[in-house]
DNA sequence: ATAGGTACTTACCAAAAGGTGCATACTGGA
DNA sequence: TCCAGTATGCACCTTTTGGTAAGTACCTAT
């Protein structure tokens, strides 16, 4: 019984990235700064609803952020905080061994039914 | 439309770890060899479904390995695989990201009411 | 005037993930 | 004999997550 809730980092750091979107909203704002509709199309097949929603969390979580332009018709950029910054970076690796075995990892998901390859509908 | 089903290696990664009780395995297995009561223990407050059925998953994607000792009364042994170890070098910069921040991330997700902190139940 | 683009919001629904509790086959201890 | 512990399976149910489809307010181009 600890008072801590997480036993391990891992914990903590899959509660704050782990939502359907938000690897590839990290992956996509490593980079740069990103409008809202530009974000979408990048990622290619997101409802408006999951990406908004992410997108909140990540920002109530200080992850990203978001300037709104507030102009007529609205703009609006996200990009990663310094915090999330970090994040990114922690990330890496983890993305790197996805990569590299890619491959094995899809074999495996197919063979037990898991829809990996089913997003490019 | 890419014949790949991951956009990034971070999907690939949280394939495979992505499950409640996952990185917690994969934590405790990481030093030594566990029995499956023994795993259970350590981990606290899993059900036998879910730490089997995690444990399944694991072992079909080759990240552990099951040693059944065929004795009566049964005796079964899990550690990680060379995969597996591959793959818990590669998470150990976002567990010390987790570990970093935890205190930071734990406010965030208790005050989205995501359930961190009742673990201890 | 109508269609399409901007960034969202909302209501409703299906699917997946997770949890509870009981059952197994066998042994050893009280 | 009866209960506990070993590692698991199975049926059932709830919670969480993700998806679909529509609507909002305002603009520009046709």
Redesign the interface.
């Known amino acids: ?18 939502g359907k979107w938000k ?2 909203i ?2 996509h704002l490593a980079h740069e700064s990103r409008r809202y509709g530009d974000l979408r199309r990048a ?2 097949n997101v409802s408006d609803k999951m990406l908004i929603q992410q997108l909140r ?1 990540l920002e ?3 992850i990203v952020d978001r300037l709104d332009f507030k102009e007529i018709p609205p703009k609006v950029e996200y990009s990663l905080t310094a ?1 999330g910054q ?2 990114a ?14 491959t094995e ?2 074999k ?2 197919s ?2 039914g ?7 509908a």
Chains 1, 2 share one sequence.
Do not use: Q, Y
């Not at 019984?1 to 782990?18: E, K």
């Not at 922690?90 to 590299?100: I, Y």
């Not at 898991?114 to 490019?120: F, G, M």
């Open positions: 019984m600890t008072t801590s809730g997480f036993n391990c980092g891992l914990d903590a750091a899959l509660a704050v990235i782990g690897p590839l990290l992956f990622i290619g969390e109530a979580d200080g915090f970090t994040l970076e922690a990330l890496k690796p983890l993305c790197a061994w996805g990569t590299e075995h890619m990892v899809e495996l998901m063979r037990r898991t829809s990996a390859a089913e997003n490019a």
